[in-house]
């Protein structure tokens, strides 16, 4: 075994060790960053320098953004070499939209990090299959509340697959935790941080829990009723949100559940926190989601979570940013919302997929055909670059495993380490395509390969370059219509009929289609 493993299975040793001793630091982001490298630098003196060395560097290679601290911080995971990631996922009452492509496609190439970089990664991706727009889409189309979430559920994993998403580790569905829920209100009820209403609602205490408005720095006091929360008399303050709605006569028997406090069902909130404990545990290392979800849904699910429990409820908490259209935010009755399937019908999936990677997963992105032209753009100098030889490993079988040895790779690595720098880890791969350009045929494998990890170029070049320019839908010349007049160009070329070759390439030329010759014939791509 070689000495870098040894020193690898001491850290994870050390690390362990670490966390048994000084369990405060592990489980909460907020301890001062000096005071953990200071408790680690003492519990770490009898130790090796060689070895200091290495743990020094191992763990200093993961940043995330923690929007608790609202900085970037060391990561250091509950269980050394474990990471249980939640990201809160879809209410089906509909198809997923663009705004959710944004959320899912970052979280995905995250996950996907998280586990090259050697971490045992539990990535929980939720789907709430009840709540009161279901039950009126339901009723409205006249379909059960099932058929209709079995239906958009299937739709959700279609597109997501389409757009090059990996099914997460686990999908838990709200109705199939009930019971988990019911004991957590129960639980909240006992230390009197819930309470049922006069109208049979249970309720949660907002102003009984202390810390409330730490994810999004609201305070109580600046929270005005009415802004955020309708004013219900029932409640004893306008902040206090409901953990379990009392049933109405109206509603379907599907959208009922028995209760201590009479017949009804979950509130959102409740349900992400008891999914999370029944799947992940107590405290999670890293929970996500959309931009929209920091307040108030994060924000109740610590109170629920840690007012349970009495334990941190996520070290690291992760949001991406917004998706507009056109400098516009997404709305219907603005006209311009797009829902996956209406956008992978008009636009390549990978095109769409680097759209979303290009940006950080921290920053606001704007959906227009001009930036999903550019992204078309980026990725054809790509394909181009790779069409230039087959990307080969050793022994000339083909190739997708990463050297993590070489410069370009060490960058990338760098580059994903900082709080999953996706922009800056494209930019490596434009380094590497000019590098084959120029004549490093061998970095083309590198290139195909570290496209992989950002679920990238893993296609053969020529169906992305003879595809149409980023449009599904396009006007021009036919991949068959472009065969034969290749055809009819060869035929002539070897009739010694110059002119007609050429004009056949020049009227190529003038619908986009642009002609390359060499050893193994004629090839084409779109310009």
């Not at 489980?27 to 200091?52: D, G, H, M």
């Not at 899912?104 to 991706?125: C, E, M, N, P, Q």
């Not at 709605?245 to 009804?264: F, L, N, T, V, Y």
Request: proline content about 4%.
């Amino acid at each position: 075994m070689s000495s870098d493993k040894n020193l690898l299975i001491n850290q994870v040793k050390i690390q362990r060790r670490f966390y048994q001793n000084v369990p405060l630091l592990s489980a909460s982001p907020r301890v001062n960053e000096a005071s953990k490298t200071l408790a680690l630098a003492r519990y770490l003196e009898p130790f090796p320098v060689s070895l200091l060395t290495c743990v020094n560097k191992l763990a200093n290679m993961l940043k995330i953004h923690n929007t608790l601290s609202r900085e970037k911080q060391e990561f250091i995971p509950i269980e050394a070499g474990r990471i249980r990631m939640y990201v809160c996922g879809l209410t089906v009452q509909d198809i997923p939209h663009l705004g959710h492509a944004r959320t899912f496609i970052a979280f995905d190439v995250i996950a996907h990090w998280l586990k090259i970089s050697g971490y045992d990664v539990t990535y929980v991706r939720n789907i709430t299959d009840i709540d009161d727009k279901i039950i009126r889409k339901a009723g409205d189309g006249g379909e059960s509340i099932g058929a209709l979430t079995d239906r958009t559920i299937a739709a959700m994993q279609s597109d997501f697959a389409a757009l090059g998403m990996a099914a997460p580790d686990f999908e838990p569905r709200a109705t199939h935790y009930i019971p988990q829920m019911l004991e957590m209100i129960a639980t909240l009820e006992r230390k009197e941080l819930a309470y049922q209403a006069g109208d049979g609602d249970v309720n949660f205490a907002v102003r009984r829990f202390n810390g409330y408005g730490k994810l999004s720095g609201k305070s109580l006091d600046d929270l005005r009723a009415g802004e955020r929360v309708a004013v219900d008399t029932s409640k004893r303050d306008p902040l206090d949100f409901v953990l379990w709605k009392s049933a109405k006569a109206s509603e379907p028997a599907e959208s009922k559940w028995d209760s201590p406090w009479g017949s009804g069902r979950p509130g959102w909130h409740i349900e992400c926190s008891a999914m999370c404990e029944a799947v992940l545990g107590k405290t999670l290392d890293i929970h996500g989601g959309g931009p929209d979800l920091k307040f108030p849904h994060h924000e109740n699910e610590i109170a629920q979570s840690e007012g349970a429990h009495g334990v941190n409820f996520a070290n690291y908490w992760m949001h991406t940013g917004a998706l507009n259209v056109d400098e516009e935010k997404m709305s219907k009755s603005l006209g311009n919302f797009f829902t996956v399937r209406e956008a992978l019908a008009r636009y390549d999936a990978e095109v769409i997929r680097y759209f979303v990677v290009r940006s950080h997963y921290r920053s606001s992105v704007n959906f227009s055909e001009s930036q999903l032209i550019e992204s078309h753009a980026a990725l054809r100098r790509f394909y181009t670059a790779l069409r230039q030889d087959s990307p080969v490993g050793a022994g000339g079988t083909p190739s997708n495993i990463v050297n993590w040895d070489d410069e370009y790779s060490k960058r990338f690595r760098a580059a994903m380490d900082d709080d999953f720098n996706t922009p800056e880890a494209l930019a490596v791969l434009f380094d590497i395509a000019g590098d084959v350009n120029r004549g490093n045929r061998a970095a083309a494998v590198q290139l195909k390969a570290l496209g992989g990890v950002l679920g990238l170029l893993q296609r053969e070049p020529s169906v992305f370059l003879q595809a149409a320019t980023g449009l599904i839908e396009d006007h021009g010349l036919s991949n068959a219509a472009i065969a034969e007049k290749i055809m009819a160009r060869t035929c002539a070329k070897q009739a010694r009929d110059f002119a007609e070759s050429d004009r056949i390439r020049d009227e190529l030329k003038a619908q986009g289609i642009v002609l390359e010759d060499g050893p193994q014939g004629t090839t084409w791509r779109r310009s």
